[in-house]
């Protein structure tokens, strides 16, 4: 029996890795005593995928996890005993055992993130707004990134601007919020770190303390990938 869930992961978490996130939800399976399936061969693991991976230091209202349990396992219990035993910061929002098989991550095409600039470290939304109307006037964005070739590492300047689709400022309290719509899934995918290293860095602008968050993921409709 397969389970598919939504999460929310917010606060200090957001630091662990996407491999220290899975450890989080196989312990807290263990835990709530959940009747998990296991994989076969020399070293079993739960039967358990988080459709697609957060860089450390991003929050998250919307993601999705995959999970084989044993049949007859009631939904509804399997989430309160999951937000009984997950650390503060995760939250299972909703899970369902009847949904559409396909793989989330495959049908991902878009990622929305919230850049939120605090206003007593960054300047004013409209001095904001003229550092990336003027990087997305350039022909190209480069960001530099290390590659791998034969034993050598490289670095080559990759053109991340097919990448950014669009980008929305807002003035929020305490600040200024980015709102940019980028490239994610299985086809590519453009980091907000790099977003942001692409459009600022000429600028002189330290993004360090830009706070970010995954809103939601799209498919290629343009519809919200929900479970």
Do not use: C
Request: aromatic share 8%.
């Amino acid at each position: 029996m397969q389970l598919r869930l939504a999460f929310s992961k917010k606060g200090m978490i957001k630091f662990i890795s996407h491999l220290d996130t899975v450890r989080v939800f196989t312990r807290a399976i263990q835990r709530a005593k959940i009747p998990v399936l296991w994989s076969e061969g020399f070293n079993p693991h739960q039967k358990l995928s988080i459709a697609q991976p957060l860089s450390v230091g991003t929050e998250s209202e919307y993601e999705v996890a995959d999970f084989e349990v044993e049949d007859g396992t009631d939904p509804e219990a399997v989430k309160r005993a999951l937000n009984e035993a997950l650390p503060d910061g995760i939250r299972i929002l909703a899970i369902k055992d009847d949904f559409d098989a396909t793989s989330v991550f495959e049908r991902i095409e878009t990622s929305r993130y919230r850049l939120f600039f605090p206003a007593t470290i960054y300047p004013a939304i409209e001095a904001l707004g003229e550092i990336t109307e003027r990087a997305l006037a350039r022909e190209e964005i480069l960001v530099r990134r290390r590659k791998k070739k034969g034993k050598k590492r490289i670095f080559i300047d990759e053109d991340i601007k097919p990448d950014i689709f669009s980008i929305e400022w807002k003035e929020e309290r305490g600040g200024s919020a980015l709102y940019a719509l980028l490239k994610a899934g299985g086809h590519g995918n453009l980091r907000p770190d790099r977003f942001l290293a692409g459009v600022f860095e000429e600028s002189g602008l330290d993004t360090d303390y830009v706070q970010i968050r995954r809103m939601m993921s799209m498919d290629r409709d343009g519809n919200e990938v929900q479970i």
